[in-house]
């Protein structure tokens, strides 16, 4: 029975890694291309499979921590095979559906089907800071029911959402807008500071410990369902930015 939360965990790590082989075989799907230049194109479907499997890591790794505690099975070898699978699920996946996207968006412009490996590797970031993030929780003794630093899985879940949204919207100026190479390279270096950060942030569990947190958590459910009916897959970053703003509102309230 104790093994019973360290097998959800590999399966967490299983999901990563096949997210990671979809992402590594993908190719844009090119509609139109003039000499060197890409002019428009469709983010290939593998690649949205890629971030469909990190969606299931993420369903996976709250499974695993709501198992242990119901069977209570918790160990440290438990804490170390999820902080392991993480780094890969949503650390280095999103690290490589982040470099497929801006070598994608490097295509649509005058030979940037050439354009050098050193203009991608900033996607690595996401990686770095995730495990950084990771190991630094390991060793921490005060983060029960608040975070130092967005959890890796958060950062993950924006980062998948990216292909799910160029799928499936239809709006062309929304798709332009995240497609840009500056605006992926300010995505991570802004997720890459989030999760290395000393930002307290609200752990994403109910408990009759949490105080004041509850309500935070009951606005941000609130936000995810509507959203999600309005905007469809566009609710992940935007429940993102909520909880990063309801966890900086929080941590003034606790200080005052």
């Known amino acids: 029975m104790k093994q019973i939360p360290n097998i959800f ?3 967490n ?3 990563g890694v096949i997210a990671i082989i979809f992402a590594l075989q993908t190719d844009a799907v090119f509609l139109s291309q003039n000499e060197n230049l890409i002019t428009s194109f469709n983010i ?3 690649l949205t499979w890629a971030s469909v ?3 299931i890591a993420a369903g996976i790794d709250f499974l695993d921590g709501f ?5 209570n099975a918790t160990s440290e070898l438990g804490k170390q095979l999820d902080s392991l699978s993480d780094v890969v699920s949503f650390g280095v996946a999103p690290s490589v559906i982040m470099y497929q996207l801006l070598r994608m968006s490097y295509a649509t412009q005058p030979d940037g089907l050439y354009i050098s490996i050193v203009y991608l590797l900033p996607a690595v970031l996401i990686a770095c800071a995730g495990a950084y993030r990771l190991g630094r929780f390991n060793i921490a003794t005060d983060q029960q029911y608040s975070f130092r630093g967005v959890p890796i899985p958060a950062a993950g879940l924006f980062v998948a959402s990216l292909p799910l949204i160029l799928h499936f919207s239809n709006n062309s100026a ?12 300010g995505v991570v270096l802004v997720l890459s500071y989030l999760m290395i950060s000393n930002l307290r942030m609200i752990a994403l569990k109910f408990s009759g410990k949490a105080g004041k947190e509850g309500k935070w958590l009951i606005a941000l459910a609130v936000i995810a369902i509507v959203s999600a009916v309005f ?3 566009l609710a992940i970053p935007v429940v993102f930015i909520f909880y990063v703003i309801f966890s900086i509102l929080n941590s003034k309230s606790n200080h005052q």
């Not at 198992?67 to 069977?71: E, G, P, Q, S």
């Open 231 to 233: 905007l469809q897959w």
């Open 13 to 15: 790590l299983v999901a």
């Open 174 to 185: 929304l798709n332009q807008f995240i497609i840009d190479k500056w605006v992926l390279y």
């Open 44 to 46: 290939p479907e593998k």
């Open 67 to 71: 198992v242990a505690r119901l069977l």
């Open 53 to 55: 499997c990190i969606l």
């Open 9 to 11: 965990t590999l399966l």
